[in-house]
């Protein structure tokens, strides 16, 4: 008896350390983060690793990113890029602009490691944009947000809706004396902590979707002096009837790029802004996009806008692409023809775009457009080409399984039976089911 109690005596001991050494951690990392100078290394701006092709015009370039499903760790993409989609009509949907959007969401995740100091890793994202002919380019918000102990911290300074992202620009000349700036947004997917802000549905789900909508359009018509006055980003976004989870990280990279926008603006260069996530990444652009196509449709037909959160105006555009994106908005106006320049890749065998559910009235900005599924026509050949360029990227087979879809349209239709709003989401038997 005397042994068990020792025993138990030196395994509290050991755990009391633990915590405590933990605690300390995560204090000196608070410290870090809010008061001391980081000893995280800036990325180049422009990068030493050659670049063979050209950067302007038309042209074709193979980006590396991180790939957990390679065996050597990265994966290589050939993608073609040209100067010339941004002159065009961004409401058309463009296949090449949305196989380097994909990649460029890909490399969101891959700057992560750069950012941590257990990892010797190069700056994929920078690397990149240089072959693309970006000049300048911003990763400063993975900065604290990449390391384990980052993400732990987070969680208990309630900062799990946190977002990482890039912000790059690149100037060009549209031949007629005119000058147009391309701004790049590339957001981070679920990182950690931050997988949790998914789950933020809060009151914007909990009334039927009629409801939600009357209570987004009076929130609006109250808010709108102020906001005008003095526009409160996370009260606008919220306003709309969007994903509470989504709009700490909006409103973030919305009051980060504003200075970017004007400062093209200031050098008289119209601006083409480019948003592109995965996953969570692709919710948040999703409502950055639609903000700014907001901001777009009142300076065209108001001519007594005033300037907007982001600060876009006449003569500017939006290309948005997302790949994944859970649903993000409750809005009745979602599918209006001013967000026909959001286009929203989903997989049919991902369950993530099917949440939160359609049965909740949620849904996205912009267009959805599918990827083919197993019971459609012509899936055999698709879906064998996707294996050929799946193995040449990555160096390995595919692991999709087609049949996935079948499985997830029967778990959202017994989903949506059983729970269909959020408030039986939130009971005990919804979350567990």
């Not at 004007?262 to 996953?279: C, K, P, Q, W, Y």
């Not at 360029?389 to 390995?396: C, I, N, Y």
Request: charged share 20%.
């Amino acid at each position: 008896m005397k042994l068990l109690s020792n025993a138990l005596a030196v395994i509290l001991a050991i755990a009391g350390v633990t915590v405590l050494a933990a605690a300390v951690v995560l204090i000196c990392r608070y410290y870090q983060t809010r008061i001391a100078p980081s000893e995280v290394p800036e990325p180049p701006q422009q990068p030493a690793a050659a670049v063979s092709q050209p950067a302007h015009g038309r042209f074709e370039t193979s980006l590396t990113y991180t790939c957990l499903a390679s065996p050597t760790g990265e994966a290589t993409s050939t993608i073609t890029w040209d100067d010339a989609w941004f002159a065009l009509d961004s409401n058309t949907y463009n296949h090449e602009l949305a196989r380097a959007a994909a990649v460029l969401s890909a490399l969101a995740y891959a700057e992560s490691n750069y950012y941590q100091a257990s990892y010797d890793c190069p700056p994929y994202m920078e690397d990149a944009l240089t072959a693309l002919g970006f000049d300048e380019v911003s990763t400063e918000s993975y900065r604290y947000r990449s390391e384990i102990v980052d993400q732990v911290l987070n969680v208990f300074t309630q900062e799990e809706d946190s977002v990482a992202y890039t912000i790059a620009r690149k100037r060009l000349d549209e031949g007629t004396g005119a000058t147009r700036s391309v701004i790049l947004v590339s957001v981070r997917g679920s990182y950690g902590a931050e997988w949790v802000s998914n789950l933020y549905v809060g009151e914007q789900g909990a009334a039927p979707h009629e409801e939600l909508a009357a209570r987004a359009r009076e929130a609006l018509e109250a808010e709108a002096d102020r906001v005008r006055e003095a526009p409160d980003l996370e009260a606008l976004l919220e306003a709309h009837g969007n994903h509470a989870g989504y709009t700490d990280g909006a409103a973030e990279i919305m009051e980060a790029v504003r200075p970017w926008i004007a400062a093209s603006h200031e050098r008289g260069d119209a601006v083409t802004l480019l948003v592109v996530g995965h996953s969570r990444g692709g919710a948040i652009a999703n409502i950055v996009a639609a903000q700014a196509d907001d901001e777009l449709a009142g300076a065209k037909d108001d001519p007594t806008w005033e300037e907007g959160a982001l600060g876009l105006g006449t003569g500017d555009a939006v290309m948005a692409y997302t790949f994944a994106s859970p649903a993000t908005t409750v809005s009745q106006d979602a599918h209006d023809a001013r967000y026909g320049n959001i286009f929203n890749i989903v997989n049919p065998s991902d369950i993530v775009p099917y949440l939160p559910l359609s049965a909740w009235g949620y849904g996205r900005y912009g267009e959805d457009r599918f990827l083919p599924a197993v019971d459609d026509a012509g899936f055999d050949e698709a879906y064998g080409e996707m294996c050929v360029r799946f193995e040449q990227a990555v160096g390995t087979e595919s692991p999709y399984d087609p049949a996935d879809a079948r499985t997830v349209r029967a778990v959202i239709a017994e989903v949506s039976r059983q729970v269909p709003t959020t408030d039986a989401f939130l009971t005990p038997q919804g979350v567990f089911l």
